[in-house]
């Protein structure tokens, strides 16, 4: 078993919104372009969600999403994780309608319900491209991002039937509990897989003691032996969070869903840059970066 890096490319996310950066991937081919290009910089995984090509707002179309991973498919190997996490507001049947389809080796499993907010996006948008813009963005200061142990079961059995591997989405604490509940319910076959994602408004904040937090406390309630972790610092704590996960001997995941910005002040312009970015400090670190191949080995992929 390897110790090199996993990097993960979150390619274009449900959060941001187009009027906050040109260099968000919008259309399906840009989708494609971006996790192409973001795994010749160095990413063994790619995150996707889709959005409409006209308007760059989120959708579930699940032959959106076979078109880009079709794509995708075509033109590398790197592993593909497909969202069931959609976006803010949409319904379980919308989230989960392109798993059958695109069947992919991984696929978000949010771990829990949690306050997903990004309003305050809203304050910083004076002329918005597109009219659902600015109204989706403040919907989250009032709709939860709902998981109950329902859905996750739901989400989990499904994946178990298509082949697809979870990846459980930890934004607090208390969703580790839950992953541990379900292992101890049988569905899930170790090591299970987990990407700790912090810093969103209403989940942990992005901190290098609650990093260290989180990762202890998977140690004590999953066993170290019995989960591979990864983490995504959300925003401008992306890569402080990136380099803590690659010192602590975890997985790294950055990308335009986690943050615009390659520095302060300056919009990455593809998800290669916060890639190739990861991949120096990586090698800084005297750590070496997972093939799409190595990270297929270590999370137990086929
Ligand atoms: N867009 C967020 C509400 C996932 O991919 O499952 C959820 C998200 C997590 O992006
Ligand atoms: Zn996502």
Known sequence: MTNKVILTAAITGAVHIPSMS???????EQIIDEAVAANRAGAAVVHLHTRDPQTGRPTGDPEMMRQVVDGIRRRCD??????????IGMTNEERLAALPIARPELASCNAGSVNFCFSPIADKINQPKFDWEIPFVRSTYEIPFS??????EEYITLMNQYGTKPEFEVYEAGMISNI???MAKGILKPPVYIQFVIGVMGGIPATLNNLNFLVRTADEVIGRCNYIWSCAGTGRQEFDIGTAGIILGG???VGLEDNLYIAKG?????NAEPIAKMVRIARELGRE?????EAREQLGLE
């Open 289 to 293: 970066v997972a093939s799409p191949a």
């Open 78 to 87: 790197v592993v593909i994780g497909c969202t069931t996490g959609g976006a």
């Open 147 to 152: 998981n109950t142990f329902k859905d996750i």
């Open 266 to 270: 300056q919009l990455a312009k593809s």
């Open 180 to 182: 541990a509940y379900f």
């Open 251 to 253: 997985n790294v995941r």
């Open 22 to 28: 040109p260099y968000l991937p919008i259309t399906p």
